[in-house]
């Protein structure tokens, strides 16, 4: 079909009008890379092994499942689960019926879990036992969902008589088929749904097309580099933003994958990582910091590990030097969003770039990435005036492409700008080369004197303090600039420097009217369902604070 468009004698193309689909990728994998690793660290406890060879045979028995189950085309099966195969399987199993998989973060509080299990209609819910204690909250008090299948075999399954009687997963697919004839639909059919995870407000719904993420996927395997010959671990779960495309990714270079399960703590990360030689792993930052402490204290990278994708949250530079100067582990640090499939920059250094002093790249590399392909990325002024591209000007960041959000599910009206364009939220900086750097969330950001702040760069500076080991940065009103900024620290250790030394060592590193007017000390920041600081509950916890006078 021709795009519309004032053009008028366009000739169409004349190539076949495939759609692009999920299900493909892995039949891909299955019949071309049947023999390459799938391996878990079990939620049960034991490694896992299998391969995209089985895992499509069980995806297909699955299919057949589900369609015994009565699940038809349109209909939403969500998970309540960690990175496994069987939630890879349920991937592919549930989108390639033409229904919908709907990913539901369980460190959401369980009323916004039944809010969105209410709103996205689910029929089924897929969980691993180590939600049983939830599930048994959610059963009837969620009257859309007709059963809660626990993701494990018969003698893993919960007795709990909350649950009366419990068909588990190995049972459910055990009797069916593993051929699965698999129909061909319009590729704007949706695949998948994540909630965003309420940091931006009350939950709203993304629903993700089979084009968006089979193009998503294209993007992913040439901007993040990934081969054949790369074994990858996506720390990120599986429930926030499809782990970043990385389960559609790997398949369609019949790439390895690995799959952590729910111990994501630095030892057992290392260790997984180390058996399996895994080449690639991608997360937000806090979960790199639990592995850095593992890796400085066993003296070395785990075994094959040659590059880290961190995204989510800014990378600090102390991090990027850490993995690259300390273990020779290549850091790429990439941007995205729920809304963004997440894919919107990764950076990756261009040739003219490499003979950068360490430091210079380090601080290119703490930008959050380079522009790619099949996202436009522009900044605008409060009034949406288009801003330059020349790394100074800050403005508003808007971006439009084909795996970007048009609309939230059972939303009407579009989340866009007149003239289609999606604000991300941030603030940030874009240069002629591409390379996007954010500043702030726009409401994070410290208006002082009719500047801004940028409470993101001022948290990554006081992170490389040898004493700090957390970090946020909040505005508190100011009776002369409006706002001034608040550094709130978590120490290493006992040690806790004053604001006149910690003033010292940022005051190299950032503008002097940057320095924060106060620094105090917590146990520990508040963290949310994704891994990142909740800056509503700190502003909330200091709500009342003031500059002393
Ligand atoms: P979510 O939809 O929960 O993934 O959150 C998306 C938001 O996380 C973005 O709008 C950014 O504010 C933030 N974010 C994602 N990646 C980065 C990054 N590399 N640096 C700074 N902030 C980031």
Redesign the pocket.
Known sequence: MMPPGPLSGLIPGQMMDRPLLVAPLMRFAGDYHGDTAVVTRSVEGPIHRTTYGETHRRVQKLANALKALGIKPGDRVATLAWNTWRHLELYYAVAGIGAICHTVNPRLPIEHMRLILAHATDRLVFYDTTFTELVAGLKNSVPCVEQFIPLCDAAHAPSDPRLGDVLAYEDLIAPHAETFDWPEFNENTAASLCY??G??GTPKGVLYSHRALVLHSYSMVSSSRMTVDDVILPVVPMF??NAWGVPYAAPMVGAAQVFAGRAMDGQSLFELMDGEAVTCALG?PTLWMGLLTHMRSAGRKPKGLERVV??????PESMIEAFELEFGVEVN????????T?L?VVNTLKPKFKALSQAERTKLKSK??RAIFGVDLRIVDEHGNALPHDGVAAGH?QVRGPWIIQSYFKHDARALTADGWFD???IATLDGDGYMH?T??AKDVIKSGGEWISS?DLENAALGHPDVAMAAVIGIHHPRWTERPLLICVTKGAARPTLAEINDYLGRKVPKWWLPEAITFVESLPI?P?G?IQKVKLREQFKDYRFDA
């Open positions: 965003t995870s940091t931006t926030h933003v937000v961190i995204g989510g949250a800014a990378a640090h990439a941007w995205g969003m729920t809304e963004t997440p919107g959050q990435g960041l991300t939220g941030d954010i702030d969330r993101v949310g994704t990142k």
